[in-house]
């Protein structure tokens, strides 16, 4: 079942949950590090209590450390899924996005991000957003930065999808979504697939009670859809991976031992 969503002006509320380690607190936390998107390259975050050094490591033979900065404060790769796939690059490798840790103890008041080229580990931009926001995926242009809010304290598995304006520096006033919902989904985020140089984001979500649904976002037009799994709802969840295949004209849904579970056709966005 579809269930497409475009950007309407609403006031948001957010992403996914703690993680299957921790199971508590809306956010996934950081990730150890991310590879670009050729491969050659790894970027960490290493935090102290009043610093963080981020580490841009070539990898294959003679692995090398090729730049690196120290930045004031405590930051991090963010992670995008609770089984720790790590966020925060542009598809086209030039911009890296860095969060804070989540606290895992409620809804913040604020939350800060930091926009770095990779060229130069140089910050380029500092966003401060009144709120509880998590980074979710960036657009091929690296204009739109978009990021995943909480705001119900009663139910911080709630979520919606903002958009981030990074050339004007605001938040869009729109939220992303479902038409004839209220405007809140509710989920885990376990994988993520992406296709067409970014353009698509597929995330995987675990509902906890129900059948698992995949958000297909847009990060050029700015919308999404929905795309219920009914017939996968007797399975593990936490196992399944998505992937994309090599013509990129279908997304798989796997289970862990590599099977089939469903198929989507990417240009309908149906399942199979």
């Given at each position: 079942m579809l269930r497409w969503i475009s950007l309407a002006v609403t006031a948001g509320a957010a992403l996914v949950g703690a993680g299957v380690a921790l199971g508590v607190g809306p956010w996934p936390g950081l990730a150890t590090g991310v590879r670009s998107p050729d491969g050659q390259l790894r970027y960490t975050a290493?935090?102290?209590?009043?610093?963080?050094?981020?580490?841009?490591?070539?990898?294959?033979?003679?692995?090398?450390?090729?730049?690196?900065?120290?930045?004031?404060?405590?930051?991090?790769?963010?992670a995008i899924t609770s089984t720790g796939v790590a966020g925060g690059l542009s598809p086209d490798g030039r911009t890296l996005v860095l969060s804070e840790p989540a606290r895992y103890s409620g809804l913040r008041s604020t939350s800060k991000f930091l926009v770095l080229s990779t060229r130069t580990l140089a910050v380029e931009r500092k966003i401060a957003l009144p709120g509880e926001f998590g980074f979710d995926a960036l657009s091929p242009d690296r204009r739109t930065m978009f990021v995943i809010q909480h705001r119900k304290r009663a139910d911080l598995v709630a979520y919606v999808v903002r958009a981030y304006d990074l050339a004007s520096d605001r938040l869009l006033p729109g939220t992303v979504v479902a038409k004839g919902e209220t405007g809140s989904m509710r989920g885990y985020?376990?994988?993520?697939?992406?296709?067409?140089?970014?353009?698509?984001?597929?995330?995987?979500?675990?509902?906890?009670?129900?059948?698992?649904?995949?958000?297909?976002?847009?990060?050029?037009?700015r919308s999404a859809v929905c795309i219920d799994l009914p017939d996968v709802a007797e399975r593990d969840v936490w196992t399944m991976r998505l992937a994309l295949t090599p013509d990129g004209r279908r997304l798989l849904v796997r289970s862990g031992e590599g099977q089939a579970l469903a198929r989507v056709d990417t240009k309908t966005l149906r399942v199979l």
């Amino acid at each position: 079942m579809l269930r497409w969503i475009s950007l309407a002006v609403t006031a948001g509320a957010a992403l996914v949950g703690a993680g299957v380690a921790l199971g508590v607190g809306p956010w996934p936390g950081l990730a150890t590090g991310v590879r670009s998107p050729d491969g050659q390259l790894r970027y960490t975050a290493a935090r102290s209590e009043a610093a963080t050094v981020v580490r841009a490591v070539r990898l294959g033979s003679g692995a090398a450390v090729v730049a690196k900065v120290t930045l004031d404060g405590a930051w991090g790769i963010p992670a995008i899924t609770s089984t720790g796939v790590a966020g925060g690059l542009s598809p086209d490798g030039r911009t890296l996005v860095l969060s804070e840790p989540a606290r895992y103890s409620g809804l913040r008041s604020t939350s800060k991000f930091l926009v770095l080229s990779t060229r130069t580990l140089a910050v380029e931009r500092k966003i401060a957003l009144p709120g509880e926001f998590g980074f979710d995926a960036l657009s091929p242009d690296r204009r739109t930065m978009f990021v995943i809010q909480h705001r119900k304290r009663a139910d911080l598995v709630a979520y919606v999808v903002r958009a981030y304006d990074l050339a004007s520096d605001r938040l869009l006033p729109g939220t992303v979504v479902a038409k004839g919902e209220t405007g809140s989904m509710r989920g885990y985020p376990v994988s993520r697939a992406t296709g067409n140089r970014g353009s698509w984001v597929y995330t995987l979500y675990n509902r906890g009670n129900g059948a698992p649904f995949i958000h297909a976002l847009n990060t050029v037009r700015r919308s999404a859809v929905c795309i219920d799994l009914p017939d996968v709802a007797e399975r593990d969840v936490w196992t399944m991976r998505l992937a994309l295949t090599p013509d990129g004209r279908r997304l798989l849904v796997r289970s862990g031992e590599g099977q089939a579970l469903a198929r989507v056709d990417t240009k309908t966005l149906r399942v199979l």
